[in-house]
Every structure is written in structure tokens, then in C-alpha cells.
């Protein structure tokens, strides 16, 4: 494996993945480092969700390696917290916001009273005190997004995923989101993918355009286009 940064924590090479004769990543190579704020953008189907599935493992891909660092060695997992783009809860399924929140410190041990302080801390963060005891049933799409994005900050992990965190969300809690991503951005290593660039691209010290293949965009101004200026 190629020497990489001592502060990268994931590092991918030569990633390809084809599904049956379509290919929708071809030959990438990305370090993502400690600390790092990557907004991530590009056209549909240009494979920017299943980049992030591979990042994740949840996808092995068709051909090269992504591998886990730690002060560089590598590990089989990281702290990880992930929002995908597409809920998997079924609305009709009897649990409360609090445990949907809750659920993300499934496996780690962690103490019955730090969790429950865990979850109201992070209940407030989302805005969503007044839904706490509610099924998720009764929710709105926005809420239950809410919930969602609680579930993937609530072990405060290592690095943060988020896969249109702003889909669903009424304008109004939009600005929130963005004031707790810039909270977030501080301690915590972002990969956060969005059509609703201008404002995320601001606080991101780092722009990728997917299509097919990665480009990472040095323009000097902060409104990543698809076709960046100076790729």
C-alpha cells in the first residue's frame, strides 16, 4: 500500500465498481484525513451514494481496496456515524423517537444513565423535545430526518456520513442543521453529500465532484458547481 499521511483514517485505491456492464466508479483514489470537512456533490447517478456505501463497507466494490487507519496502522473498524439518503424504518413500526435516537449507541456498552442523558442531550440538538415520546408513525418526513440524523451524532463519532442531510427538512430547521454540522465540523471528521451546496460548501475545507471518477475542486470561491472551475 502507498504511503499515506499520518493523519489519514481512510484510504481508498484503485476503487472500481460495475454493476453488471455499467460502471459507476471507475479507478478511485481518495485519502480522506482527520479533521477533514469533504462536501461531496455531483449529477444523479453519478455513484455518489455508492461511494459512500464503499467508504462505509457496506459495499465491497468490484475491484480495489479501502482501508481503515490508525495513526497509520491499519484497523477493521472506525467510529463511524452514518445518515443515509433513504430511511430504512418502517413508519408503522411501534418505537418512540427517544429509541430511535437512542439506538445509535446499540454495542457500545454504554451505561443506562449516560444513555438516557445521551439522548435527551442530543434530542435537543435536533430540535425534536416535544416528539421524544411520540411513534415515529406520527412524525413528518422532516422529523423523522431529525430523528435520523440524531441516531447517526448521538455516540459523537470519529467521523460523521451524511447522505442529504437537508431531505425532507422544512426551511426552517434547515438553518439549524447547518449551525449543527458547523458545531459538528469542529471535532468530528464530515462527509456530508448535498445538492444544496452553497452554504454546506462554505464550511468544507474540502470539495469533491463525483461522476463516475472523483475530482476534487480547488476554486477559490465557495459555490461548487458540477463542472468546477479550476478541477
Not at 472500481?16 to 459507476?24: K, M
Not at 435520523?148 to 460523521?160: D, E, Q, V
Not at 442543521?177 to 458547523?182: M, Q
Request: hydrophobic share 35%.
Amino acid at each position: 500500500m502507498p504511503e499515506t499521511h499520518p493523519d489519514t483514517i481512510i484510504s481508498l485505491r484503485g476503487v472500481t465498481q460495475r454493476w453488471d456492464q455499467r460502471t459507476v466508479l471507475q479507478g478511485v483514489d481518495l485519502d480522506i484525513n482527520r479533521g477533514d470537512f469533504i462536501a461531496i456533490t455531483g449529477p444523479n447517478g453519478g455513484g455518489k451514494t455508492t461511494l459512500l456505501r464503499i467508504i462505509l463497507k457496506l459495499l465491497k466494490p468490484t475491484a480495489g481496496t479501502v482501508t481503515y487507519l490508525h495513526e497509520g496502522n491499519p484497523v477493521k473498524k472506525l467510529s463511524i456515524g452514518y445518515l443515509p439518503q433513504k430511511n430504512m424504518i418502517d413508519s408503522r413500526f411501534p418505537i418512540t423517537v427517544s429509541e430511535v435516537v437512542a439506538s445509535g449507541l446499540i454495542g457500545g456498552n454504554t451505561p443506562k444513565e449516560e444513555t438516557a442523558m445521551l439522548t435527551d442531550e442530543t434530542i435537543r440538538l435536533v430540535g425534536l423535545e416535544a416528539h421524544s415520546d411520540k411513534s415515529i408513525g406520527s412524525l413528518s418526513g422532516g422529523q423523522l430526518q431529525r430523528a435520523l440524523l440524531g441516531r447517526a451524532i448521538i455516540s459523537r463519532p470519529g467521523l460523521l456520513v451524511l447522505d442529504e442531510p437537508l431531505s425532507y427538512v422544512d426551511k426552517r430547521f434547515e438553518h439549524s442543521i447547518y449551525d449543527l454540522v458547523a458545531e459538528l465540523s469542529k471535532t468530528t471528521t464530515l462527509l456530508l453529500v448535498s445538492h444544496e451546496m452553497s452554504t454546506i460548501a462554505g464550511m468544507a475545507n474540502r470539495h469533491l465532484i463525483v461522476d463516475h471518477a472523483i475530482h476534487e475542486c480547488h476554486s477559490p470561491h465557495h459555490y461548487v458547481h458540477y463542472d468546477c472551475d479550476e478541477c
